[in-house]
């Protein structure tokens, strides 16, 4: 496992530590990981957490030891993705099944296939671009509908990793990002 997640490091060119997940939560209401990794080690939160296969979640909660992983799987994970195929953009949301995600708000006429593999696109600053998600498993066409029903298998092993990497940032987000946030949160509740 710590092979396979050096060469994950490698090739995303990111600094990264490796963690041990010392708990696992996968319950039908939450699905959370605590790594024996916190702030002493350079843990923040909102870094990315990988095991070799792909994106596992994000840090939510740290301690001077210990932090905690909202995993993908969670009903309130949403990971900006990008179809690695098409170039189509997303977003992929957890539903506190560790083998189950959806792709959110996918229109009709997208191109978008069984198989594809959809990998994280950067956008909203919380997780590095480029890192794979999920393979579509299959799409549902309901008449009447704008939106296509999209199934996704998450490429990381959610319920079986022990090692995991932490991808690290040297800064917190810029203001940029924030005044992002700030913005989109402004908008939501507009509606």
Same mark, same amino acid.
């Given at each position: ?10 090739? &995303?060119? *990111?600094?990264? @530590?490796?963690? /041990?997940?010392?708990?696992? !939560? $996968? ?12 702030? /002493? ?10 095991? *070799? /296969?792909?994106?596992?979640?994000? +840090?939510?909660? =740290? ?5 905690? =992983?909202?995993? @993908?799987?969670?009903?309130? &994970?949403?990971?900006?993705? /990008?179809?690695?195929? %098409? ?12 083998? *189950?995600?959806?792709? $959110? ?13 959809? =990998? %994280?696109?950067?956008?909203?600053? #919380?997780?590095? !671009? ?14 009447? !509908? ?8 998450? @490429? *990381? ?6 090692? =995991?990497?932490?991808? $690290? ?7 940029? +990002?924030?005044? @992002? #946030? %700030?913005?989109?949160?402004? $908008? &939501?509740?507009?509606?």
């Amino acid at each position: 496992q710590l092979k396979a997640l050096l060469q994950t490091t490698t090739q &995303s060119q *990111a600094k990264a @530590i490796a963690a /041990r997940v010392l708990d696992v !939560e $996968l319950s039908p209401v939450r699905q959370f990981l605590v790594l024996d990794k916190g702030w /002493r080690d350079g843990v923040m939160i909102n870094q990315a957490v990988l095991d *070799a /296969r792909g994106v596992m979640g994000q +840090i939510i909660d =740290v301690g001077y030891m210990t932090s905690t =992983v909202l995993l @993908i799987s969670d009903s309130k &994970s949403g990971v900006p993705v /990008r179809n690695h195929r %098409t170039g189509e953009w997303g977003l992929v949301m957890g539903t506190n099944q560790s083998d *189950a995600l959806v792709l $959110l708000n996918l229109p009709k006429t997208s191109p978008t296939q069984a198989g594809d593999i959809w =990998v %994280t696109s950067g956008l909203g600053g #919380h997780y590095p !671009e480029g890192y794979p998600v999920g393979t579509v498993l299959q799409l549902q066409r309901m008449a009447g !509908e704008p939106f296509v029903q999209v199934a996704i298998a998450p @490429i *990381a092993r959610l319920s079986q990793s022990q090692l =995991v990497l932490v991808v $690290l940032s040297d800064k917190k987000p810029n203001d940029l +990002i924030d005044q @992002i #946030h %700030t913005r989109l949160r402004v $908008l &939501s509740g507009m509606s």
